[in-house]
């Protein structure tokens, strides 16, 4: 990214975070700052490398789209006193070197990220993925949920700030993730899948792709992550 780019983006957080934290009442760097252990939020960037997920309608890897939105909720909580642990930072797979195949190596990456969330004290996850249907009319985020304690009270609380601050239209609710998930059935910890949107919607696709509306979804998430852990973690 560019310098001036990057600057202008920066500036771009701050106002947003500094807005999404008005939303809520009560919700300031000096009361984030009490917990004593603090939990530690996970960011994971759903697939990468090999691995793109869901092509957009205009041939985007959801790979792409998922790391550009942790990029960003990253940047807002680091701008509010937190430090998440971020899974992936480039377009790569999290394998080990000796997987070969690309089963192998889907395989070896969900096992390793499972492994980097049960190694992190007080971890609670957040994974960012995009939706995809053969209907191009359906539109909207939808947040899911781990079978493990908190996790509903996440998904619900997240599913709210969504709708209210992002697409007040979207009337989807938080629901249970299928076993089928390997990474949301393996872990211990409170967990929450985020599907941010439609790909194969003409127009929520284009939001997708756009810095504007990144950001937008990244400090809602930012601001509903702030909220549960003052109010709802013990």
Same mark, same amino acid.
């Given at each position: 990214m560019k310098r001036v780019g990057r600057w202008a983006l920066l500036w771009v957080l701050m106002l947003? $975070? &500094?807005y999404y934290l008005a !939303?809520?009442?009560g919700q300031t760097v000096q009361t984030m700052n009490t917990r004593n252990p603090r939990p530690t939020l996970v960011l994971d960037a759903g697939h990468g490398g090999e691995d793109g997920g869901a092509v957009s309608i205009t041939g985007v890897p959801e790979s792409a789209i998922n790391l550009a939105i942790t990029e960003k909720l990253d940047l807002i909580l680091g701008l509010c006193g937190r430090a998440p642990k971020v899974l992936r930072q480039e377009d790569v797979s999290l394998h080990d070197p000796? &997987?070969? $195949? !690309?089963?192998?190596?889907k395989s070896s990456d969900l096992k390793n990220r499972v492994a980097a969330v049960e190694e992190t004290e007080h971890a609670v !996850? !957040?994974?960012i993925h995009q939706n995809m249907f053969t209907n191009a009319k359906y539109h909207g985020a939808q947040v899911f949920f781990a079978p493990t304690p908190g996790s509903q009270e996440f998904a619900v609380h997240t599913q709210q700030i969504l709708r209210q601050s992002v697409d007040p239209a979207n009337e989807r609710q938080a629901k249970p993730i299928p076993d089928t998930v390997y990474l949301m059935s393996h872990i211990s910890c409170p967990a929450i899948l985020v599907e941010c949107g439609f790909l194969s919607n003409p127009e929520e696709e284009e939001k997708l792709r756009s810095d504007a509306y990144q950001i937008q979804l990244a400090a809602a998430l930012a601001g509903a992550w702030l909220q549960y852990e003052e109010n709802?973690?013990?």
């Open positions: 947003s $975070t &500094a !939303l809520w009442p000796e &997987a070969d $195949t !690309l089963r192998e190596k !996850l !957040l994974s709802f973690i013990p």
